[in-house]
T-cell receptor, first 109, second 115 residues
């Protein structure tokens, strides 16, 4: 079956670094996405990985290991506005996204 | 670029009435549109996938006669919730994808409350 696992909730301190992990088992693979979603809003695109390795974009980086079915999102220099849910989603090869349940990130001062 | 709009952003309706939600791709041609539903504190649930000019493909458990989807043009898809009930109250989000595009672009969502 299709399965994507990520932690339900994480807490971090303003200015620190946090890593949100995502593991997946899907029938096909054509890339992994990370989205940010603030409460009451639609998801916004953060990153896309289709090849192994690290993609860096400002304070956010995303890593993919296809052989391990594993990705992480790294957030540096955390700000209070980073408090949100972070959704991991895998393109299963049919242009549909298989979604994880999301990780709620709480930033404390 | 790649902007998707939804209308209305919020709607309150009485039980038994129907509600139409529009999803538009403003600056690209959306060959495929997706409709999601999200209940509080839960992840997105794909309801259906629609390709322009074709009938929508519904996910298991989603009633096609209750959630009518029309994707008549490359820039517009509509979701009609027929005979709405309070349990249909949810956040409905559409996304759109251009041909050969790997990314889905999300609309801002529509919060439906059925009283």
């Amino acid at each position: 079956g299709q399965n994507i696992d990520q932690p339900t909730e994480m807490t971090a301190t303003e200015g620190a670094i946090v890593q949100i992990n995502c593991t997946y088992q899907t029938s096909g693979f054509n890339g992994l996405f990370w989205y940010q979603q603030h409460a009451g809003e639609a998801p916004t695109f953060l990153s896309y990985n289709v090849l192994d390795g690290l993609e860096e974009k400002g304070r956010f980086s995303s890593f993919l290991s296809r052989s391990k079915g594993y990705s992480y999102l790294l957030l540096k220099e955390l700000q209070m506005k980073d408090s949100a849910s972070y959704l991991c989603a895998v393109n299963d090869g049919n242009y549909q996204l298989i979604w994880g349940a999301g990780t709620k990130l709480i930033i404390k001062p | 670029g790649a902007v998707v709009s939804q209308h209305p952003s919020r709607v309150i309706c009485k039980s038994g009435t129907s509600v139409k939600i529009e999803c538009r791709s403003l600056d690209f041609q959306a060959t495929t549109m997706f409709w999601y539903r999200q209940f509080p504190k839960q992840s997105l649930m794909l309801m259906a996938t629609s390709n322009e000019g074709s009938k929508a493909t519904y996910e298991q458990g989603v009633e096609k006669d209750k959630f009518l989807i029309n994707h008549a043009s490359l820039t517009l898809s509509t979701l009609t919730v027929t005979s709405a009930h309070p349990e249909d109250s949810s956040f409905y989000i559409c996304s759109a994808r251009g041909q050969d595009d790997y990314e889905q672009y999300f609309g801002p969502g529509t919060r439906l409350t059925v009283t």
